[in-house]
């Protein structure tokens, strides 16, 4: 993990997978969209949200995206009782 500030990178998929299952979020990947095919675009789904453009992923599944992409994971540092208003994340090439 890297840190810096209250942002935090990670490519753990322990702690991702964590982050996601304590916001109850699922793993997806974009579909196509407007005939053109995107590839590997993933990120999370929270039980609010639900995309017509996006088809679940298993965390294994999930992960090999992740890896083969080369990404992290930052995500905003919070109290655990903030967590319904902690969603705040992205996915990014790795820097390290």
Do not use: C
Request: hydrophobic share 35%.
């Amino acid at each position: 993990m890297i840190r810096d500030g209250n942002r935090i990178a990670t490519v753990d998929h322990k702690d991702i997978q964590t982050w996601a299952e304590a916001r109850n979020a699922r793993p997806v990947r974009l579909k196509r969209f407007e005939s053109e095919q995107i590839t590997g675009r993933v990120r999370f789904r929270f039980p609010e949200d639900e995309f017509p453009d996006e088809e679940d992923l298993s965390w294994e599944e999930f992960f090999d995206i992740f890896d083969r992409e080369r990404l992290e994971f930052v995500f905003e540092d919070i109290a655990d009782e903030a967590v319904e208003e902690g969603n705040l994340y992205q996915f990014r090439p790795r820097e390290f």
